[in-house]
């Protein structure tokens, strides 16, 4: 029967194995990301994760680990601003199509396809949703 401590230490072997994967797949991903290695560079990277896992992840984070963080640090940047620029296409574009919406029923109304009272109640339901 096992007991408490040796729940511990399974727990805490789990956990090690855990971080270890991530680290190897945090490394593998920013070695495919990284744009200034070449193809040779990547292979050799991966090559060296592969037969050394443990030594390789630790040099690669000791002498790229500087550039991963300035990496990601400007994808999440570039992310946030992608983003942003989206949330005021759409918010801005609400107004706009409102506009259209009451263009487009002035048309309608000067073509004679609809009248004065069809035209204000587009014309309304057009401000209420914008």
């Not at 991530?22 to 090559?47: C, E």
């Not at 000067?110 to 004065?116: E, L, M, R």
Request: net charge neutral.
């Amino acid at each position: 029967m096992n007991s408490f401590w040796d729940f511990i230490v399974w727990l805490f072997w789990f956990y090690v194995v855990i971080a270890c994967i991530w680290v190897f797949i945090t490394v593998i991903v920013d070695i495919f990301r990284d744009h200034s290695l070449n193809g040779w560079a990547k292979a050799l990277w991966v090559l060296f994760l592969v037969f050394v896992p443990f030594l390789a992840a630790f040099i690669y984070l000791i002498a790229r680990g500087q550039g991963m963080a300035e990496r990601n640090a400007a994808r999440v940047a570039q992310s946030q601003a992608a983003s942003a620029d989206y949330i005021r296409s759409v918010a801005g574009s609400s107004s706009s199509s409102a506009a259209a919406e009451i263009e487009k029923g002035k048309q309608l109304l000067d073509s004679g396809a609809i009248t004065q009272a069809e035209f204000d109640a587009l014309k309304s339901k057009a401000l209420q949703s914008a």
